[in-house]
């Protein structure tokens, strides 16, 4: 990918983009079907706009995400493309260079991820020291 659309998908981010990392219990069953109250994250980044073709665009480009619809009264349809968990690890390590207003919310999913040691990821491991070295971002 060209640093260029890497540079403009991290620009739309800034300016269009949400980022979600919420940590909270969830009532999950265990193997027997016992319910029990555990703490889960819920880590997820979206852009939302009205113009649907340039977030089909970044899915294409990206090979990550959904686009929906996000329906609004009386305004004019947006759209929303969005990721979640691993992949938005993957997507924060590739517009790290380049962001700058969200860049505490993508230290924050980069830290988490980073705990481990590393992520795998469309059968490559992705460790994001390893990602900056062959970047040369440092």
């Not at 980022?19 to 880590?43: A, N, W």
Request: hydrophobic share 35%; charged share 30%; with cysteine.
């Amino acid at each position: 990918m060209e640093k260029t659309d890497i540079a403009y998908i991290a620009g739309l981010f800034d300016g269009e983009g949400t980022v979600g990392f919420y940590r909270r219990y969830e009532t999950k069953k265990d193997r027997k079907g016992i319910p029990r109250k555990s703490l889960c994250y819920r880590i997820s980044v979206e852009i939302a706009m009205t113009e649907r073709s340039i977030l089909l665009w970044l899915q294409q480009t990206l090979h990550m995400g959904t686009v929906a619809k996000k329906p609004r009264k009386e305004h004019k349809m947006q759209w929303r493309w969005r990721c979640s968990f691993r992949n938005a690890y993957v997507f924060c390590c590739l517009i790290h260079p380049y962001c700058h207003i969200k860049m505490d919310k993508v230290n924050k999913i980069i830290n988490h991820y980073s705990q481990r040691d590393s992520i795998k990821f469309n059968n490559r491991v992705i460790n994001f020291e390893d990602y900056k070295k062959a970047m040369n971002l440092e």
